[in-house]
């Protein structure tokens, strides 16, 4: 496979990857296949890979958001009447399903982030960089032919996609 940014050539990797997520910072994960330029370093992610790094990231992101005092957090019907919506709505919603407002559930009960309550009702997405002591230096990935597909949108940590 040929890289079209620098004209060099995919390698075939099976190694473990430091990887910076936007959200949660850097994670390693474990050997899985990948691709990487010889000379530019760009990667191509597979499959087992993509879901090996949205595995890691759900973990890490629920880990930093459980850090958060309860008191930073709105419940669910606190949370509809701020977006305007019927708890209902709020359930189903998709997008807030798949993380793009951090929440936290005790109890079996669902808490929202307040922080990225308020972000999401301003942009549609809530979320925001977990991690201080992540760099902003941000890869850039790119696909190619091959039909893989890079993966550079965190997945919901709610786990009955
Ligand atoms: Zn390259």
Avoid at 42 to 62: F, G, H, V, W, Y
Avoid at 63 to 79: C, E, H, V
Wanted: hydrophobic share 30%; with cysteine; glycine share 6%.
């Amino acid at each position: 496979m040929k890289c079209y940014k620098c004209g060099g050539h995919y390698q075939e990797k099976h190694d473990s990857y430091i990887w910076d997520d936007p959200f949660v910072g850097k994670l390693q994960i474990k050997g899985q296949l990948y691709y990487q330029c010889t000379k530019c370093e760009d990667i191509l992610l597979s499959s087992e890979m993509a879901s090996e790094i949205d595995k890691t990231a759900r973990e890490r992101r629920q880990a930093l958001i459980s850090q958060f005092p309860l008191s930073d957090f709105l419940s669910a019907k606190q949370t509809a009447s701020l977006l305007g919506v019927t708890r209902q709505a709020l359930n189903k919603n998709r997008r807030i399903k798949r993380g793009f407002i951090y929440q936290s559930s005790l109890d079996g009960v669902n808490y929202y982030l307040k922080q990225s309550v308020v972000q999401y009702q301003k942009s549609q997405d809530g979320r925001f960089l977990l991690d201080s002591e992540s760099t902003a230096n941000k890869r850039a990935f790119h696909s190619c032919s091959s039909g893989l597909k890079p993966r550079y949108e965190p997945v919901s940590f709610v786990s009955d996609g």
